[in-house]
């Protein structure tokens, strides 16, 4: 896996503060055992090397050639495949070690590794210590490779004889597949010491990448064979493979563009399904929006055996500002009322503007007493509102609410803001939110009748049907021993289940 920034030990910091020593000594221990093991195994090779022939240096310069032609000319696309690897990166570079492995000398197949590595080091843009694991882990397993095709006592050249020619394939099939689980292994192993919350699944990287990386096993198989009968193979191929890089390249980034498409559909799909539930001029849910949210609250509320307070919301004389003021001072007004509602009202509310100046306000798990205190801080809200706005001819007038003192510099109806509440409360005045906001509109009928700018509380007879007392009621004082409705932490209602926050 490729980091996105250099660490801070290739920026020549002093060594006690490498990212290395922020791992836990488990990881440590892992790697040192690991690249212990492999240096050792590889100095062995490098010392045993002998007396080469001029067959095998000639194999050998061809690989090498090979490799770097491949790599300077993927570099890019390299980089940009690497960049969009949301796993571990599969590349194209074990059909030149596998084949190494096949056909060369062990300490040759080494120093072919080796310089495979340091040509991808600024490919691959690691950090030095996970990239000197990395290569251990490669190199490791092509010596196991080398050990399993040579140690076996199999002839390269084929013999004529069926079972002899045909044990060799499954000797290069059993070195494949060892060379495959050998970096596998190693480096899960590693990430899962690193990253011990992270299941191993996760590092063994995708069904594509792991038939690619069999698939280049193969073709080096096939390279490895060729070498053995002609020095040029590696020079024959490199073409090809260079070509099977830019189509992977190609395809990865058709891939990113498609997913990106995707997520902007998403987001867009997302966005019209807000758009088609939200009021524009006030930011509340609409009555699409109302009739979604505010039932499932409900139904959730009801199932739970917890009430659900109902507000319905009424602007006093708001044709009065449309026509004194004119329009958009009526909209400015509504824009106001909805950023009220948004503050004082918990997250796991529904609050939607119901048509016109009408409001609903739907509180979860909420009883009657706490839901009469949330709606006398909304109607003091309102009726403390201050709000800018323009006239019919353009000029600048500050409508305020009826409850604020009158100042010298008011003119007429300046003092134009109020609101009237009607409550009622599931399961209490109905058990459904049709029967409760029947009631919550009775008792705002109420408040209308009685003055308006005031707070009244429906009293349903269930057993009767809709039956509602219309005595006049004072205006409900805020309860000082009640609960804030409306603080950051404070959430009684499951968010989960309301996708919509008024």
Same mark, same amino acid.
């Given at each position: 896996m490729t980091d996105d920034q250099p660490s801070r030990a290739t920026r020549w910091v002093p060594i006690r503060n490498w990212d290395l020593w922020t791992l836990r000594p488990a990881a440590l221990a892992f790697f040192l055992l690991v690249e212990s093991a492999v240096a050792g195994a590889a100095i062995w090779l490098l010392s045993a090397l002998g007396t080469v022939s001029t067959t095998d240096w000639m194999r050998f310069g061809a690989i090498l050639v090979a490799i770097? /032609?491949?790599?300077?000319? &993927?570099?890019?696309?390299?980089? %940009?495949?690497?960049?969009?690897?949301a796993g571990p990166h599969i590349?194209?570079?074990?059909?030149?070690?596998?084949?190494?492995? /096949?056909?060369? #000398?062990?300490?040759?197949?080494?120093? +072919?590794? $080796?310089?495979?590595r340091i040509l991808i080091q600024p490919i691959a843009r690691r950090q030095p210590y996970r990239f000197v694991f990395s290569s251990s882990s490669i190199l490791g397993s092509t010596m196991l490779a080398w050990a399993v095709v040579h140690l076996s006592g199999f002839s390269l050249a084929a013999t004529g004889h069926i079972p002899t020619d045909l044990g060799l394939v499954l000797v290069l099939a059993?070195? !494949?597949?060892?060379?495959?689980?050998?970096?596998v292994a190693t480096i899960a192993i590693a990430l899962k010491i690193v990253t011990p919350h992270t299941r191993l699944v996760e590092f063994l990287g995708s069904k594509n990448d792991n038939m690619l990386e +069999?698939?280049?096993?193969?073709?080096?198989?096939?390279?490895?064979?060729?070498?053995?009968?002609?020095w040029v193979g590696? *020079?024959?191929?490199?073409?090809? &493979? /260079?070509?099977?890089?830019?189509? $992977?390249?190609?395809?990865?980034?058709?891939? !990113?563009?498609?997913?990106?498409?995707?997520?902007? @559909?998403?987001?867009?799909? @997302? @966005? $019209?399904?807000?758009? !088609?539930?939200?009021?524009?001029?006030?930011?509340?849910?609409?009555?699409?929006?109302?009739?979604?949210?505010?039932?499932?609250?409900?139904?959730?509320?009801?199932?739970?055996?917890?009430p659900v307070t109902v507000l319905a919301i009424d602007l006093d004389f708001f044709k009065r500002i449309n026509d004194t003021w004119g329009h958009p001072a009526g909209n400015a007004v509504?824009?106001? +009322?909805?950023? /009220?509602?948004?503050?004082? *009202?918990? #997250?796991?509310?529904?609050?939607?503007?119901?048509?016109?100046?009408?409001?609903?306000?739907? =509180?979860?798990d909420t009883g009657l007493a706490q839901g009469i205190s949330i709606a006398e801080r909304i109607r003091e809200a309102i009726a403390e509102a201050t709000?800018?706005?323009?006239?019919?001819?353009?000029?600048? &007038?500050? *409508?305020?609410?009826?409850? =604020? #003192?009158?100042?010298d510099d008011d003119g007429p109806d300046v003092r134009a803001i109020s609101a009237s509440i009607g409550v009622a409360v599931v399961p209490d005045n109905g058990d459904s939110l049709a029967l409760a906001q029947h009631s919550a509109d009775a008792a705002l009928y109420v408040a209308k009748e009685n003055g308006r700018n005031q707070v009244r509380v429906a009293d349903l007879d269930i057993g009767?049907?809709?039956?509602?007392?219309?005595?006049?009621?004072?205006?409900?004082?805020?309860?000082?021993? *009640? #609960?804030?409705?409306?603080?950051?932490? @404070? %959430?009684? !209602?499951?968010?989960?289940?309301?996708?919509?926050?008024?």
């Open positions: 770097t /032609i491949h790599l300077v000319m &993927v570099k890019r696309a390299e980089e %940009s495949r690497r960049n969009e690897s590349d194209l570079t074990s059909v030149w070690t596998f084949a190494a492995a /096949i056909a060369l #000398p062990g300490g040759l197949a080494v120093i +072919v590794t $080796l310089w495979m059993l070195a !494949a597949a060892l060379n495959w689980f050998a970096q +069999v698939t280049t096993l193969g073709a080096g198989a096939m390279l490895g064979m060729l070498i053995t009968s002609h590696p *020079l024959l191929l490199v073409a090809p &493979v /260079i070509l099977v890089n830019a189509l $992977l390249n190609n395809a990865a980034e058709r891939r !990113a563009h498609l997913e990106r498409l995707l997520s902007e @559909q998403e987001q867009l799909h @997302q @966005q $019209l399904a807000e758009d !088609a539930h939200t009021d524009y001029r006030t930011g509340l849910l609409n009555t699409n929006g109302l009739a979604e949210y505010a039932n499932r609250l409900t139904e959730r509320s009801r199932h739970d055996g917890q509504l824009a106001e +009322v909805g950023r /009220i509602l948004r503050e004082k *009202l918990r #997250p796991g509310d529904v609050a939607g503007r119901d048509g016109g100046e009408e409001f609903l306000v739907v =509180l979860a709000v800018s706005t323009t006239d019919k001819h353009r000029n600048t &007038v500050t *409508l305020r609410g009826r409850a =604020l #003192p009158p100042a009767a049907g809709a039956r509602v007392s219309l005595p006049a009621l004072p205006v409900m004082p805020v309860l000082p021993d *009640l #609960p804030s409705p409306r603080t950051d932490q @404070q %959430s009684t !209602a499951d968010d989960s289940q309301i996708s919509r926050s008024a």
